[in-house]
Structures are given as C-alpha cells and as structure tokens.
C-alpha cells in the first residue's frame, strides 16, 4: 500500500527490517539472514531466508508461520495480490508455487535452464506470474 518499505540483509548482525515511512521509524526489525521481502496487501512480509526457509511475519512483526525444507539457495520471495500465495525461487531451476497459509507446495514451474533469479505475480484478479532466470528467460 506505499506505507513500508522493507529491507534483508546478510553477513554479521544482519536483520529484516519493516520501515514505516509516515513515521520515519522502524516497524518492527528481526535477527536475521534475509534474502528477499515482498509484501502482501494486508501488511504482511513474507522473507526468504538463507539455508531454504520462508518466513511470514504479521505486519507488527510477530511471526505467523515459516516454510521450511525449501532448496537452500532459495534467494526471490512474491506473495500474490490476494496474499493466498508465495512463489519462491533460486537453485533447483524451479519456481514453487506456495499456500501462504500452509506453506504446502501447490504447483512446481519447470523448464528454465538456468537459475530462476527473481518471480514475480501479476495485477490484482491476474492469474499470470513471470520468473526472470539466468538462461534469459
């Protein structure tokens, strides 16, 4: 909604950090390796984490749930316009498709060659989604 901006970040001390832009504060900042944010529309932030985990935290910053098991280079994080779905993406050459609630695999997209680097879903009642991956697709 424009009200945050969110930030991962990796090495020594390194925290995910929710900005509330109106305030000029931080909404809530939390100990960890991050990799990616996105948010969903009702303030939530999902984070890929380093070492295959995917975290959703509410937007006070309370952790609702996390995925793990994911492939440890996932690094690319998207939640859906409606928040009912992640797609996570990195080494594997997959895209998986998530239930936000459950964090259960719902559909894998196959067939780049290359590392999917970033994924993204489309507008609002679009059912589309796009990966960019390395092989130039």
Not at 59 to 88: F, I, M, Q, W, Y
């Amino acid at each position: 909604d424009g009200t945050r901006l969110a930030w991962a970040g990796v090495g020594t001390n390194a925290e995910v950090t929710a900005w509330d832009i109106a305030a000029g504060r931080a909404a809530f900042s939390v100990p960890a390796q991050g990799r990616d944010v996105a948010f969903a529309a009702d303030g939530r932030l999902a984070v890929a984490l380093t070492g295959g985990v995917v975290k959703v935290f509410d937007p006070g910053g309370k952790e609702l749930h996390a995925v793990r098991g994911l492939p440890t280079g996932t690094d690319s994080v998207a939640v859906s316009p409606d928040g009912a779905r992640l797609a996570v993406a990195g080494s594997g050459l997959v895209v998986r498709v998530l239930d936000a609630a459950t964090g259960r695999v719902r559909v894998e997209l196959k067939g780049h060659t290359g590392t999917p680097q970033r994924d993204q879903f489309g507008l609002p009642g679009d059912v589309n989604r796009v990966s960019f991956s390395a092989d130039g697709t």
